[in-house]
């Protein structure tokens, strides 16, 4: 995940919709089914989805009252501390 992909996105929902990266995860996941790609294009989706998740996660935690830098703060250490757990 990138912090700055993640800051990018939190602003878009901001300014637009959350559903507009939901149809876009759908959309990416769905092309994820074609045999024909090759594994680091995959990567690439992979990585595009789990910063649209992130994003998510992170607007979820301002509409409950975070603050924005808060809100990614708070995102990033539960991240960091999943990796750190693996």
């Known amino acids: ?34 045999p024909s790609l090759k594994d680091e294009e995959l990567d690439v989706i992979g990585e595009l989805i789990s910063n649209m ?9 301002i509409k409950a009252g975070a603050d924005r830098k808060e809100a990614l703060n708070s995102f990033m250490q539960r991240v960091l501390g999943s990796i750190d757990k693996s």
């Open 1 to 34: 995940m990138k912090l700055p992909v993640i800051k990018h996105l939190v602003e878009f929902i901001a300014q637009n919709d959350q559903d507009y990266v939901l149809e876009t995860i759908e959309t990416l996941e769905a092309l994820t089914e074609v």
């Open 53 to 61: 998740y992130g994003a998510i996660e992170v607007d979820k935690l």
